[in-house]
């Protein structure tokens, strides 16, 4: 095994939910810019290689979206995976590294709004942890909580 390899194998069993679907966008991304290097080089076995591996990573990322939680969200999504996979499939038939380009610049700008909302839930759960647990001995000379649900 590879030291690149470890890495990410270490990186990803300590991730949380958020900061694996941030990981499967990155690897889209990567498959796109290796399909970009194959079109520069001709190499139809590996742009092969490497549309059908982002597909199979959409498909993963389609598999787990939540309709009943997501609702409009995950239909959003649903249409944007679907939007992806065409274009990929398109890219294999039709190579341009001006599609290629397009369909990074759209997953960096989707993978920017999971990075948000894991930031987000991360403060969240930070915030929670550093809440003292309630007294169990009847003590009220602790202040109430702090309101996590303030909209300010």
């Known amino acids: 095994m590879n ?7 270490g990186a990803v069993r300590g991730a ?15 498959d796109l810019r290796q399909v970009g290097a194959a079109i520069d080089q001709k190499d139809i076995g590996l ?4 549309i059908n591996h982002a597909i199979l990573v959409i498909g993963h990322l389609q598999s787990s979206l939540d309709f009943v939680r997501g609702a409009k969200v995950a239909r959003d999504l649903e ?7 065409q274009n990929l499939v398109q ?10 380009r397009r369909l ?7 993978r920017s709004s999971w990075v948000e909302v894991e930031r987000i839930e991360s403060a969240k759960t930070t915030v929670l942890e550093a809440a003292p647990a309630p007294s169990s001995a009847g003590d009220n000379s602790q202040a109430p909580p702090a309101r996590l649900d303030w909209k300010g």
């Open 79 to 85: 249409q944007f995976y679907g939007f992806l996979r």
């Open 47 to 50: 742009r092969t290689q490497r």
């Open 16 to 30: 949380s939910p958020l900061q694996l679907v941030v990981r499967l966008y990155e690897q889209v991304v990567e």
């Open 104 to 110: 990074i610049t759209d997953i960096i700008a989707v």
């Open 3 to 9: 030291i690149k390899q470890s890495y990410r194998e």
């Open 91 to 100: 890219l294999q038939f039709h190579p341009s590294q001006a599609a290629v």
